[in-house]
């Protein structure tokens, strides 16, 4: 059974999530976000999580607030975010807790709580990703040779190594949410992936981006 097999529709999904905040953080469906949580709001969180559904939402923040709001402060959200069910938790000496999220399903906030609790509350909605529940949706669709040709170039422009046995044994759908997930590029661009209807629509994004990465080193920059 997979980590994430609980989830066979809309309705085993709860209406109302712990959502995490967190610029350029990639969460999608049955992949995988290690966090390293030290913020005591975030710390209850997660307390509070593994006392009930297990779920939290990643959400990041509106792109104009990234450099104008403390990390301290309540930023506002992007309406689409991912949620994740902790299958990893350990805690640490120093009192952190390092968790890691497998994707369910994106969601859409409907509205933000007015929460007692220090950590933020959204209402969600579930329905326009109701296929993020099918595993391998869309797998058959995937251009998985022009995305494995322009990895090998970039891999090769920037002298990094692969593992290609894993490569070659991966699904299309893990294969293509794992190299946007761990992919260099910024906020605007994990938001654009994540929000792309589907796994096809995600591949052809990321290998668009790739290949703008590619032409830049070609001129001289670099990816930010």
Known sequence: MGLTD??????DLP?????FPLAGALLLPRGQLP?????P???????????GERIVGMVQPEPESEDVIRPSDNPPLLKVGCAGRVTSYA???????????????RFRIVRELDAMTPYRQCEVAWDDYRDDLTPGEGEEAVSRERLIEVLQQYLEAYELQADWRAIKASS?????????????YGPKEKQA????????????MLIALTEVALQDTESGNTVQ
């Open 193 to 204: 992936l994540l929000e792309a209807k589907t796994l096809e629509d995600r591949n052809q």
């Open 41 to 51: 709001r975030y710390l209850q969180m997660v307390d509070d999580a593994m006392r």
């Open 6 to 11: 609980r989830y066979r529709s809309l309705e």
């Open 91 to 105: 805690e640490t000496p120093d009192g952190r807790l390092v968790i890691t999220l497998t994707g369910v399903s």
């Open 172 to 184: 299309n759908e893990n294969l293509v949410n794992s190299l946007c997930t761990i992919s260099p």
């Open 15 to 19: 209406s109302v999530i712990p959502v």
């Open 35 to 39: 966090l390293n949580i030290f913020e």
